[in-house]
Structure formats: structure tokens, C-alpha cells
């Protein structure tokens, strides 16, 4: 088993987040009172006029990216990259309207650069939103014959009372995880450490692209409009993106899906790991790829509307009077 942790791996998510707390005192927002939601969010939030808001977002797909050039497959890459913005969309309410993308590759490779927006349409279809724009550059210097780097942003659209906000979130309501295809697209600078380049078919399930929520995300508001209070993308950090969704309430995950029930690619990685499981749970999404908070008293509902529609979920923990803080009490893997 494997001692090295995400840090050791090369990154270091505590800086990060600490940087973003700095870019928060950097950043002016508030001369701008249309700015509803700024930095730090999953999404900013900008308020058109008084009937109308607009959601943007942008993203990578991190070092996700050097197993596809390894094993040249690309196609998933580009659903990754629709993935990761709009998934983020989702979390402040709003319905996707459109997308583009930016290349970046040491020199430009029309077969992949062609399997990638091909991804992006697909993600784009999934996601019913439009395709409608990017760059792309080549950049030798800069990145190497086969190499590229990709960033995704997205808009949408959402009216004042779809906005989510912690105005109707009360101690007791109930947390629900969506079930993840994998890992999706972080924690790759330490998965590419704990897989060999012989082991094809885990580096192959390893590529999965990141799951798209939008359409069990849709039908639920439809089904539970004043019970789906908040959302939260499992992205990197793992369980501690749920706090983003109020720093009124702590969090505590008092269940969690067993390595039987996640995606079978879990288990065999998880197994090489070393180190305490709240760091795997910082780590990597475990399994769930977005967590809801909704009314104590629709929770078992929401969970029977969501197996009807074949969507793998749990029931992972509640909310309380509180500053931010997450709580792991009594997960068992």
C-alpha cells in the first residue's frame, strides 16, 4: 500500500483554498450591487433585471488529461470539461444555456482536437445546452508534441426564487448523495501514482467521464420546488464542497455508501492508499458525485422518486445550527 497523500503528490489543497480566501479580499465586488454571488462560490451570480439572473462558471479537467494522451482517448476528456462547469451551474439553481471551450496544445492536432469537441457536444447535448464558441492556440514552448491543456466555461439562467440561498435551510434537514461514475476529474495527480502503465484495463476505467446531473437535477426541481434547498459538487476536496452550501449550518455525514455499492473502480484504488480515511474523504468524492440537501420530512420521498428513475443515491447525514464545520461521524467504509 501506498503512504503518499494528495499534497505528496503535488498538490496542496489547504493552499488552495486559502488563496481563494485571498482572491476574495483582492477582488471588488461590492461597487457592483448586480454581483449577487462572486468568488468562492460554485458559481457568480449576476443579477440582469428583477426577473431575470445570470449564472457563469469555468474549469478544467486537471491532470485527468494526461491519462487520455496516454492512452489516446479523448472523446470522454470533452465531456469531463462540460461536466465540471456545469455541474457547478446546478449549484446555485440555474439552467444551463450555453458553453465554450479553450485548446491549448504544443501542436495542434486535428484528430484530437476533433475527439474533443466531439466530447463537448455530447457533454453539451446531456447537458441541453449549446456549444457556441472557444479558441483554440497552439503553443510549442509551452507544451510539448502531444500534449494540451483544455478550460470550460458556461452560463445560465434562473429567476430571483430559483436561486438557492440558505433562507429556507433548517436544522434537520437531510443530505442525499448522487452516486459518482468514479472519481471524475480530481485527485488524478495522486491516482496516476497508484496505477501502473501495465494496468490498462483500471487506467481505461479510470478515464470514465465525470457524470452530468442536469437532467435527474431538472426533474427533481419539478417534482420538489420548495424541497430541493441546495446543492453541492463533489469536486476537489471532496466532502468539504458540502459547506459551501452555508457557513449557518455544520454538516454531519453520519452515512456513506460502501465500496460495493460505488463505482466498482473505487474499491481496487482505495485499497492501495494508506492514509486516514478523513483525508480520502478531503481527497476524493468517494463515490458520490453531488450532494442535495432537502426537507427532512420529503427525504424518503425524494429518495423513492430517484430510484424510480434509476439514479443511485443515499441518505448520507443532516444539517444543524452551526459555523461551516463538517462533521464524519460513524462513516464506515
Given at each position: ?173 437531510v443530505l442525499i448523495g448522487l452516486a459518482s461514475s468514479g472519481f471524475h476529474s480530481n485527485g488524478y495527480s495522486l491516482l496516476r501514482k497508484l496505477v ?7 487506467l481505461h476505467q479510470l478515464l470514465v467521464p465525470t457524470k452530468i446531473y ?120
Open positions: 500500500m501506498s503512504k503518499i497523500d494528495y499534497k505528496e503528490a503535488g498538490v496542496d489543497v489547504t493552499k488552495a483554498d486559502a488563496f481563494v480566501e485571498r482572491i476574495k479580499n483582492l477582488v471588488p465586488t461590492t461597487f457592483n450591487e448586480q454581483v449577487l454571488q462572486g468568488i468562492g462560490g460554485f458559481a457568480a451570480v449576476y443579477k440582469l433585471n428583477e426577473e431575470k439572473y445570470l449564472a457563469s462558471c469555468t474549469d478544467g479537467v486537471g491532470t485527468k488529461l494526461k491519462l487520455a494522451q496516454k492512452l489516446d482517448k479523448h472523446h470522454g476528456i470533452g465531456i469531463d470539461l462540460v461536466a465540471m462547469c456545469v455541474n457547478d451551474l446546478l449549484c446555485v439553481g440555474a439552467r444551463p444555456l450555453f458553453f465554450l471551450d479553450y485548446m491549448a496544445f504544443g501542436k495542434l492536432d486535428t484528430r484530437v482536437s476533433e475527439e474533443l469537441i466531439a466530447g463537448m457536444v455530447d457533454g453539451c447535448r446531456q447537458s441541453g445546452m449549446a456549444l457556441i464558441g472557444g479558441e483554440t492556440a497552439e503553443m510549442p514552448g509551452v507544451y510539448q508534441d502531444g500534449e494540451y491543456d483544455l478550460a470550460g466555461f458556461s452560463v445560465g439562467e434562473l429567476t430571483p426564487a430559483e436561486m438557492f440561498t440558505d433562507k429556507h435551510m433548517e436544522s434537520g434537514d501502473r502503465d501495465d494496468e490498462t484495463d483500471l442536469v437532467e435527474i437535477f431538472t426533474q427533481l426541481r419539478r417534482a420538489f420546488p420548495a424541497e430541493l434547498l441546495a446543492a453541492a459538487h463533489m469536486t476537489g476536496g471532496g466532502v468539504d464542497n458540502i459547506p459551501r452550501m452555508s457557513e449557518k449550518f455544520n454538516y454531519k455525514i453520519t452515512s456513506w455508501p460502501s465500496l460495493e455499492e460505488v463505482a466498482p473502480v473505487f474499491k481496487p484504488i482505495l485499497q492501495r492508499v494508506d492514509i486516514p480515511q478523513e483525508e480520502l474523504f478531503r481527497t476524493f468524492n468517494m463515490g458520490v458525485g453531488l450532494t442535495l440537501l432537502v426537507k427532512r420530512s420529503k427525504a424518503n420521498e425524494i429518495l423513492d422518486f430517484l430510484a424510480q428513475k434509476n439514479v443511485k443515491a443515499w441518505r448520507i447525514g443532516e444539517i444543524e445550527n452551526g459555523s461551516g464545520e463538517i462533521e464524519l461521524t460513524g462513516v464506515r467504509l
